[in-house]
């Protein structure tokens, strides 16, 4: 009896101790839900996502109009290279054509101071005949002047300079109409030639630079050469100008312009 009270009260201390683990565990996934899954506060997400909206929205005009500025800023970008490029251009033929002119003026004058040296000389009718020979000051101051074509000339030179090109076309014509065969026709035919090329008329450009060829042993050659393949390459006649930059290079090697014409070749393709 006592043996059957004993196993009485284990099974009942073992039941007891079931329904307390049961128990347990029937709490248990309720207990560690909420730890993990605190309460939300729906409300306060609501204005948080609205408020994350709104900046974001703001953010993205931000963004936007910062874009439009960077467009205006690389558009005007672009429109001063443009700018630049075009006046620089224009500045250097401008230097090149006052540099051609200065060596123009030095070489004559270089002409004049050799013809001065060799100038004829007259003997003094005085007593002193049989003494050394002295200049005649009239032919110094002719030998000087170089006469009216070449005041002409240089007068046409001086209106060029000063970027009237359309009068200085008109002297030098007449130049060469009084002197077609003259000391500085070429040289009129070259800067005619220059005249409508600064005027942009590239074509009528072309066959004034072409007349200087007409002149055996012209010193403004080369000059011509270099400019049509320019006239050419203005006008977009691609191959024509490399044909006439080539010869150039052929023509006359020791030219002061063969390296540029070298330079437009590799370029011009």
Same mark, same amino acid.
Request: hydrophobic residues 40%.
């Given at each position: 009896?006592?043996?059957?009270?004993?196993?009485?009260?284990?099974?009942?201390?073992?039941?007891?101790?079931?329904?307390?683990?049961?128990?347990?565990?029937?709490?248990?996934?309720?207990?560690?839900?909420?730890?993990?899954?605190?309460?939300?506060?729906?409300?306060?997400v609501k204005e948080n996502s609205e408020?994350?909206?709104?900046?974001?929205?703001?953010?993205?005009?931000?963004?936007?109009?910062?874009?439009?500025k960077l467009t205006e800023i690389d558009?005007?970008?672009?429109?001063?290279?443009?700018?630049?490029?075009?006046?620089?251009?224009?500045?250097?033929?401008?230097?090149?054509?006052?540099?051609?002119?200065?060596?123009?003026?030095?070489?004559?004058?270089?002409?004049?101071?050799?013809?001065?040296?060799?100038?004829?000389?007259?003997?003094?009718?005085?007593?002193?005949?049989?003494?050394?020979?002295?200049?005649?000051?009239?032919?110094?101051?002719?030998?000087?002047?170089?006469?009216?074509?070449?005041?002409?000339?240089?007068?046409?030179? %001086?209106?060029?300079? +000063?970027?009237?090109?359309?009068? &200085? #076309? =008109?002297? !030098?014509?007449?130049?060469?109409?009084?002197?077609?065969?003259?000391?500085?026709?070429?040289?009129?035919?070259?800067?005619?030639?220059?005249?409508?090329?600064?005027?942009?008329?590239?074509?009528?450009?072309?066959?004034?630079?072409?007349?200087?060829?007409?002149?055996?042993?012209?010193?403004?050659?080369?000059?011509?050469?270099?400019?049509?393949?320019?006239?050419?390459?203005?006008?977009?006649?691609?191959?024509?100008?490399r044909t006439e930059f080539k010869k150039?290079?052929? %023509?006359?090697?020791? +030219?002061?312009?063969?390296?540029? &014409? #070298? =330079?437009? !070749?590799?370029?011009?393709?």
């Open positions: 009896m006592q043996l059957y009270s004993k196993q009485c009260v284990l099974l009942a201390g073992a039941a007891a101790a079931a329904l307390w683990i049961a128990g347990c565990a029937a709490t248990a996934p309720k207990t560690q839900a909420e730890a993990i899954l605190p309460e939300i506060d729906v409300v306060q408020e994350a909206l709104k900046v974001a929205q703001e953010t993205k005009l931000d963004v936007e109009v910062l874009n439009n558009n005007k970008l672009v429109s001063l290279s443009e700018d630049v490029s075009s006046v620089s251009t224009a500045k250097i033929e401008e230097i090149e054509n006052r540099l051609a002119l200065l060596v123009e003026a030095f070489k004559d004058l270089q002409t004049q101071v050799n013809a001065l040296q060799n100038a004829p000389v007259v003997r003094s009718s005085a007593p002193r005949a049989a003494g050394p020979a002295t200049f005649s000051p009239a032919s110094a101051a002719s030998v000087l002047s170089g006469g009216s074509e070449y005041d002409s000339y240089q007068n046409a030179l %001086r209106t060029f300079n +000063s970027r009237n090109y359309e009068q &200085a #076309q =008109k002297l !030098l014509g007449d130049i060469v109409k009084q002197y077609p065969t003259g000391n500085y026709a070429d040289n009129c035919w070259y800067w005619s030639g220059e005249c409508s090329y600064a005027q942009g008329d590239w074509a009528k450009a072309v066959t004034l630079f072409q007349k200087v060829f007409d002149f055996k042993n012209s010193t403004k050659a080369d000059d011509a050469q270099l400019k049509l393949g320019m006239c050419y390459m203005k006008m977009g006649q691609i191959a024509l100008a150039l290079v052929e %023509r006359y090697p020791g +030219s002061e312009y063969v390296p540029r &014409a #070298q =330079k437009y !070749l590799s370029e011009l393709k």
